[in-house]
Each structure stands twice: as structure tokens, then as C-alpha cells.
């Protein structure tokens, strides 16, 4: 089965920073990784599909970018809302593995 | 608007069935556009996926290979919900349980509310 590891597991930044945490994949899975975000105590959301597409409603300062094994979800300017674990998942075909998480706080 | 209610115990003995139900509104249980899956969250184990229900001319399941020889996800088309059963379960399958919504090529679109299971005597 294909492998998805993010990295770091955790980051500390200041409100305005900009943020990048990756995600690999241990085979190459084409533009299928999905990112979410979730806040303590709530239910994940969908928030860029497809590598690079932005879910409806999700703020611009989200964005996506990479394909095969490597992927990058990148917040422009950190906000204080964005403070949760990001998870990335491998959606070509089953099994549907998520990464590991990566906590997202401020500093 | 997809809401998806799920209901069952939230406390489970050992060697036991642990049994899920997620009831499905807005949509189809039968659409040929969506699966149907589990996924469950702990805080050892993060994020895992356990398996899905779908139909495509006919219905199809996947699983997790963790968990391959314990489960069974059913379609219950009469009230068009779905349901997760766990066989033997041990404390390592206490976690939140979440029924959620496919769509490919998108993710995992629409969530249950979550519900905790705890594995114990």
C-alpha cells in the first residue's frame, strides 16, 4: 500500500507568516491528494482537491500545488482561524490513506 | 444539502461486534456518483480509513487491510443508510467513528458528527 507522510508534524508561526507543510507520497499517485483542515473539536473539511483546487468557500490564501509524489499546501498569510491539524489523502484509488497530520498553531 | 445522522453505541466490550448505522439524507444511498465510507480517529492511530460501499450497475466494497478480516460495510437501501460492523474488537479500536460522503474526484465532501466508540469491560 502507498504511504502518505507530512511533514513537520507540527509548526509554530506568527499571524501573517506564510506556511508550507508537505506531503509525500511513497508512489506516485498522479494529482489525486486531497488536503483537510481541523479544528479542535470538530469534524475535518474538505479543503483542496485534486492537488491544487480550491473547495468552494475555502479562503484564497489556501493553495495547492504538486503531483506524482511531493505536494505542498501553502496558507499565504497565517490568520488566527487557521489554527488546526492539516491532514493530506491519497483519493486515486482504495485504500484511501490519510498523512499523518501536521498542527498548525500561533506563536 | 447532505446530512448524514449516525447512531449506535458508544461503548463496546471486548471480543464483541461493534455496530454503526449512518442514516442518509440528501442524497442516495444508490447514487452512482459517490461512495460511501467509514473512517475513524484516534489520537494513536490519527486518521484512518476503514472502508467504503458503492454502486456502480452493481454494489462494491473496500477495505483497509488493517481491518480487512473484521469488517462489513452494508447498504440498507430500504432506508438508505449504510452500516459499519466491527467484529472482535479490542480496546485499540476505541475512536471517534465517522461515517463521510465520497465524491470522485473531489474527497470526502460531507461528514457525520462523529460518534466516540470505547472498547471496555
Known amino acids: 500500500d502507498i504511504q502518505m507522510t507530512q511533514s513537520p508534524s507540527s509548526l509554530s508561526a506568527s499571524v501573517g507568516d506564510r506556511v508550507t507543510i508537505t506531503c509525500r507520497a511513497s508512489?506516485?499517485?498522479?494529482?489525486?491528494l486531497v488536503w483537510y483542515q481541523q479544528k479542535p473539536g470538530k469534524v475535518p473539511k474538505l479543503l483542496i482537491y485534486a492537488a491544487s483546487t480550491l473547495q468552494s468557500g475555502v479562503p484564497s490564501r489556501f493553495s495547492g500545488s504538486g503531483s506524482g509524489t511531493d505536494f505542498t499546501l501553502t496558507i499565504s498569510t497565517l490568520q488566527p482561524e487557521d489554527v488546526a491539524t492539516y491532514y493530506c489523502?491519497?483519493?486515486?484509488?482504495?485504500?484511501?490513506?490519510f498523512g499523518g497530520g501536521t498542527k498548525v498553531e500561533i506563536k | 444539502q447532505v446530512q448524514l445522522q449516525q447512531s449506535g453505541p458508544g461503548l463496546v466490550k471486548p471480543s464483541q461486534t461493534l455496530s454503526l448505522t449512518c442514516a442518509i439524507s440528501g442524497d442516495s444511498v444508490s447514487s452512482n456518483s459517490v461512495a460511501w465510507n467509514w473512517i475513524r480517529q484516534s489520537p494513536s492511530r490519527g486518521l484512518e480509513w476503514l472502508g467504503r460501499?458503492?454502486?456502480?450497475?452493481?454494489?462494491?466494497?473496500d477495505y483497509a487491510v488493517s481491518v480487512k478480516s473484521r469488517i462489513t460495510i452494508n447498504p440498507d437501501t430500504s432506508n438508505n443508510q449504510f452500516s459499519l460492523q466491527l467484529n472482535s474488537v479490542t480496546p485499540e479500536d476505541t475512536a471517534v467513528y465517522y461515517c463521510?460522503?465520497?465524491?470522485?474526484?473531489?474527497?470526502?465532501?460531507?461528514w457525520g458528527q462523529g460518534a466516540l466508540v470505547t472498547v471496555s469491560s
Open positions: 463521510v460522503r465520497g465524491t470522485y474526484p473531489v474527497g470526502f465532501d460531507y
Open positions: 508512489q506516485g499517485i498522479s494529482k489525486y
Open positions: 460501499t458503492y454502486y456502480r450497475s452493481k454494489w462494491s466494497t
Open positions: 489523502q491519497k483519493y486515486n484509488s482504495a485504500p484511501l490513506t
